[in-house]
């Protein structure tokens, strides 16, 4: 747990029951603090996009992706990514 994270810890984030105390908190952070603060939210931010986007694989949601790639592929749609090797396949 970062600097920040212990702070808003220490400073009872667990008794904290409204987004306004918890603003508060935060408020009450330094400059970096607050950043090491923001950085791990984008990390759990990415962390619950990644479990998602994990979730709607396994459910199907996403297999009309796949399907539309294969769909373009067959067709001969396809572009090469930039960098990209083309190949002769």
Do not use: H
Not at 4 to 22: F, Q, Y
Not at 31 to 40: A, G
Not at 41 to 61: C, F, H, N, P, V
């Amino acid at each position: 747990m970062n600097v920040a994270c212990r702070r808003l810890a220490s400073a009872n984030l667990k008794g904290m029951s409204t987004v306004v105390e918890i603003q508060e908190a935060i408020a009450r952070l330094n400059e970096t603090e607050r950043e090491e603060l923001r950085l791990w939210l984008d990390a759990y931010e990415e962390d619950d996009w990644d479990r998602q986007i994990t979730a709607d694989a396994a459910s199907g949601k996403l297999d009309f992706m796949r399907e539309q790639a294969e769909t373009g592929k067959r067709k001969g749609l396809l572009r090469p990514l930039p960098g990209e090797i083309k190949s002769k396949a």
